[in-house]
């Protein structure tokens, strides 16, 4: 689920940018340190604004400008039970690897309906029902998260296709 | 899904069930309390300050937590049992057992399987530890369901009457350079290399090393017949990739042999996968069984654990002087078939890869991954920078010239068969004439078809099984099919190796000793009558083994090193016609000359020429007298029997064989050898040692010669004899071993030599009481002239010493005092070690005496 977040974050600056466009620069350096990590459990999309840029404070020791920056971004943070849409990249026996976003999800072949199965001898090997369902890499598909798990800078997840409406998307 | 519970072995048994909370058929969750039991304990009570304490009984109550989540089945205990250690104590139907997880989550269920409580005695993530993924590794499965996969996965491999075949990219279908080089070349019609390079494939890597080499161009040389082989192989094998590369070389090299992705689909796995730097492990892609999975790589050692499934194929080696460019976290190879000069063109001379092969041993430890990262990464800078390919086309332009001057002049034209062309013609360095993959294609069909034979075989002596039906029980292995297989290819051969295993090492161990024994031939370590083979460093073609082979020259094919590697990879005992050492005939001829003209003149050094190894000639060249043995000769001993009969070494001293010929010449006509000859072979750590033991309780001895330095001037010259004793003492101790061994030989030699033991005859009359009577009374002698050496040197610093201290006493007075004290007190010390010395001295002179015997003896020795 999308949310716009307050969120702060100290931003140094080296002192060869000491200037008029100070503030400029630290939102710029902003962007690029934060935009499109994950931080927990969301993932920073994309930052609004920043609203508040405090004095700059310089830090004994090495002359570096220490600014912080109140800033509004537009996060993602996955539910369980969250239902989304993914690009399958990658497919084994075990199940196929979908791309939603930052997040990589595993859709595990307990996980999906009853009539499609793994067949390997197809080129590239393919999830399918021999029917109108064929998941393969690239393959859009829409899948439930069944689990999160984060650690420092990554999120697992587990999703499924077992249930109405979910599975393959017609392009 | 059922699942018996232990009670585990926590708990503080005896234990007795006191209350059952839950019922069979309910359904549990983890953490739940699901039974009550009580457990007696000793408590201490009472006074500890005044000692006042007692053991008083208690009994504690307590739950059991269930460590699954699921439905009971049934209990396995019942309330009021005691019980006295761990056991069974209730079937669950777990909701979930946990089979393929994700980053520590239950792929199945999505719980997180990081969590520890206290229920459960082992994690959930251990449920399931194998990776069986190609290009994950995060997604990791139980072994019930790896077993599940397997079986699934050979199951239509029967079906499809395939196997499975993992292929390693570098040096074994493809090249990988990444010198700019190549790149300049295809570009260039002109260049000599231009037809070999233009169909290398290329591509950009920005993940690769940093610096130098980040976002270099990739060029990837396919081995020749590549698309054919592949073509073909796939229709009897399932392909995977394993190499030891990054995924996106990996990929990319996958993109280039396999454009449609229809040969490997999606099956490739890399060193980001691996999870070791240092093997490849079938287990790591099948976990289960390795049955139907073959092999084929350039390198064996990165397989420790799965050589019978592995076909040893002759490294691809396109780019000269690269390498494989994703070994660098490998072990250094040892003992490699390298092909000889003879077989690049014209004779070029190969510019040795960066690191030496032998720079470190491959039985060593694991360098930590961060130095081979950057040692990787610093070779591929090298690759760069160094431009190794366009320095050998400058090399190989250089000689082209030269070849060219000389066939200018008319003479040399005309002698020349090659075409000699008007303008000078260069030659290029890049030859693509390897026709490795023809004979792959052969052992891998041949390899398949038996497979199915054993199959169908093994299918039908079990009656319980339906024909139609596919029956993995009745799997035959692979592995032993191909090791019967391969054994078969030089049965018959008996071979020898002869400088290419480096010394020092088993050769029975060596990479190329196992290749050689899998295929059926005989290893062995010295040259006999029914040896068939003789196989010789192109190199070094003039080895001892070779001098010995000689006489049974048209019996035994004296061969390169070429020839076992054509023979490796045909599976075939190869027409050794191209592959024989030129020039051996004449040498034998040559040989038989010597021999008849030593017969004529009779002397004692050509007795033995022909059959005796050059250890034993040896004694006869030195001619010094056999009167010293160090008692740590033991080592130049094993030396020599090494030499004599063992097959641990195989690079031979390398000896010329019209050195030894000449050698072979009776040497009494020029009298006495240089003294330092026998030092080359002279142990020198082992006089070391035995200096060092002087110097360490020599003290006195110092002293004494201090001492004594006033009276006797003339003990200088003595100590020069001496010196020259210890010289000598060198000199012979390799004689004397080599001359019990020859004591000792005629038992273990065919004696068909009459005249060799007419010599012995004479050479045991010449020593007069044999080496081992001697023994004794030459450890006193050896003793004493080291000890004579010692003395000399500690007399040198003792005049010195002196001097100083005289200028010091001019110069300060005031230290005078000082300095008489310490001298009387050195007097004092002196004195009283002198005496000490007595006993010494007397030996010293029982020592001299038997010195005097000895060096009569060796003037006997030398005189006849």
Same mark, same amino acid.
Not at chain 2, 473 to 477: H, L, R
């Given at each position: 689920m999308f949310f716009l977040h307050n969120l702060e974050r100290r931003v140094t600056l080296h002192p060869s940018y000491f200037g008029r466009n100070m503030h400029e620069l630290v939102t710029t350096k902003l962007v690029k340190d934060v935009e499109g990590t994950c931080a927990g459990d969301y993932y920073i999309i994309a930052i609004m604004d920043a609203f508040d840029v405090s004095e700059g404070r310089i830090l004994p020791g090495n002359g570096l400008a220490e600014f912080t920056v109140k800033y509004r971004a537009v996060v993602w943070r996955p539910f369980k039970g969250e239902v989304v849409d993914a690009i399958v990249f990658s497919i084994n026996p075990h199940g196929f690897f979908c791309q939603a976003g930052p997040l990589s999800i595993f859709v595990s072949s307990h996980l999906m309906p009853e009539e499609i199965h793994f067949d390997p001898n197809a080129t590239p090997p393919q999830f399918t029902n021999n029917a109108d369902m064929v998941i393969e890499p690239g393959t859009h598909v829409r899948v439930k998260i069944g689990g999160l798990r984060t650690e420092l800078g990554e999120m697992y997840a587990i999703g499924s296709i077992n249930g109405d409406f979910l599975g393959c998307l017609q392009a | 899904m059922v699942k018996t519970i232990q009670l585990g072995s926590r708990l503080r048994y005896p234990i007795t069930i006191t209350k059952l909370y839950k019922e069979p058929s309910q359904p549990i969750k983890k953490k739940e309390a699901l039974f009550q039991y009580s457990f007696k304990w000793t408590r201490t009570v009472g006074d500890t300050i005044r000692g006042e304490t007692w053991e008083k009984e208690e009994t504690t109550y307590a739950d059991w937590s269930s460590p699954s989540d699921g439905e009971l089945k049934s209990w396995k205990i019942r309330v009021g049992q005691e019980i006295l250690r761990d056991q069974d104590c209730m079937v669950v139907k777990e909701s979930c057992s946990h089979d393929v997880q994700f980053g520590g989550l239950c792929a199945i269920c999505g719980k997180d399987m990081t969590e520890v409580n206290w229920a459960a005695e082992s994690r959930d993530m251990d449920r399931a530890p194998i990776n069986m993924v190609h290009d994950q590794t995060h997604l990791t499965v139980s072994e019930t369901q790896a077993q599940k996969t397997e079986n699934a996965l050979q199951r239509r491999l029967l079906q499809h009457r395939k196997l499975s075949l993992v292929v390693d990219l570098d040096q074994t279908i493809i090249h990988a350079c990444i010198d700019p080089t190549v790149g300049e070349w295809q570009k260039d019609p002109s260049n000599p290399n231009y037809p070999s390079v233009r169909n290398v494939k290329s591509f950009q890597l920005d993940d690769g090393p940093r610096g130098v080499a980040n976002n270099c161009w990739y060029y990837i040389k396919m081995r020749p017949g590549l698309e054919d082989f592949l073509k073909k192989i796939s229709t009897m094998y399932e392909l995977h990739v394993y190499t030891m590369g990054t995924r996106a070389y990996a990929q990319n090299v996958a993109r280039i042999v396999d454009p449609d992705k229809k040969l490997f689909g999606n099956r490739v796995i890399s060193r980001d996968e691996n999870g070791n730097m240092y093997a490849k492990s079938l287990q790591r892609l099948f976990p289960v069984s390795t049955k139907m999975v073959v092999i084929i790589d %350039?390198?064996? %050692?990165?397989w420790p654990r799965n050589r019978p499934n592995l076909i040893k194929v002759s490294p691809y080696d396109f780019f000269k002087g690269i390498g494989d460019i994703n070994s660098g976290f490998l072990p250094k190879q040892q003992g490699l078939l390298t092909p000889s000069a003879a077989t690049t063109n014209g004779g070029l001379a190969r510019i040795a890869p960066a690191p030496s092969p032998d720079k470190e041993d491959s039985t060593t430890e694991e360098p930590p991954l961060e130095k081979a990262l950057e040692e990787q990464e610093k070779t591929l800078e090298k690759q760069i920078k160094d431009r190794p390919l366009q320095a050998l086309q400058e090399q190989q332009d250089k000689q082209d010239e030269e070849a060219e001057r000389a066939s200018a002049t008319p003479e040399n034209g005309n002698t020349e068969s090659t075409t000699p062309p008007p303008p000078y013609h260069r030659h290029q360095v890049l030859q693509d004439d390897d026709r490795e993959l023809a004979f792959l294609e052969d052992h891998l069909t041949a390899l398949h078809k038996s497979f199915f034979q054993a199959y169908e075989q093994n299918r039908l002596s079990q009656p319980s099984s339906s024909p139609s039906s596919l029956d993995t029980?009745?799997?035959? %292995?692979v592995g032993s099919i191909l090791t019967t297989l391969k054994s078969q290819a030089l049965s018959g051969c008996k071979i020898v190796l002869s400088g290419i295993v480096p010394i020092g090492m088993d050769v029975y161990r060596s990479e190329i000793g196992l290749q050689v024994a899998s295929f059926g031939a005989e290893l062995r370590s010295s040259v006999t009558r029914d040896v068939t083979h003789l196989v010789v460093s192109s190199q070094r073609p003039r080895t001892k083994k070779v001098r010995q082979a000689i006489r049974f020259l048209p019996k035994i094919k004296i061969v390169n090193q070429d020839w076992l590697a054509a023979c490796f990879s045909e599976w075939r005992v190869v027409e050794e016609g191209p592959y024989l050492i030129e020039g051996l005939e004449d040498a034998q001829k040559k040989l038989n000359e010597k021999v008849q003209d030593a017969e004529a003149t009779e002397t004692v050094s050509d007795a033995d020429d022909t059959d005796t190894p050059p250890g034993k000639k040896r004694i006869l060249r030195l001619k010094s007298p056999p009167r010293v043995r160090f008692a740590t000769a033991a080592t130049n001993e094993d030396e020599d029997e090494d030499d004599s009969d063992s097959g641990g070494d195989d690079e031979d001293e390398d000896e010329d064989m019209d050195e030894e010929l000449e050698a072979l010449k009776p040497v009494d006509e020029d009298g006495q050898l240089s003294p330092i000859d026998g030092l080359k072979t002279f142990n020198w750590g082992s006089a070391d040692e035995e200096l060092a033991e002087f110097l360490e309780s020599g003290s006195d001895d110092d002293d004494e010669e201090e001492d004594g330095k006033d009276d006797d001037d003339g003990e200088d010259n003595d100590n020069a004899d001496d010196d020259g004793d210890v010289q000598a003492t060198a000199n012979t101790s390799t004689t004397t071993s080599s001359y019990e061994q020859v004591l000792a030989a005629p038992t273990k030699r065919k004696a068909d030599d009459e005249e060799e033991e007419e010599s012995n005859k004479r050479r045991k009359s010449l020593v007069g009481p044999g080496p081992s009577l001697l023994r004794n009374e030459l450890k006193d002698e050896d003793v004493e002239a080291t000890s004579a050496a010692v003395a000399e040197a500690a007399e040198a610093a003792a005049a010195a010493a002196a001097e100083v201290e005289a200028q010091a006493a001019q110069d300060a007075q005031d230290a005078d005092d000082l300095d008489k004290e310490f001298e009387e007190l050195d007097e004092e010390a002196l004195e009283a070690d002198f005496l000490a010395m007595d006993d010494g001295d007397g030996d010293e002179v029982q020592g001299q005496q038997v010195n005097g015997d000895g060096n009569g003896n060796g003037g006997v020795s030398e005189n006849g």
């Open positions: - | %350039d390198r064996a %050692d990165v029980q009745s799997i035959p %292995d």
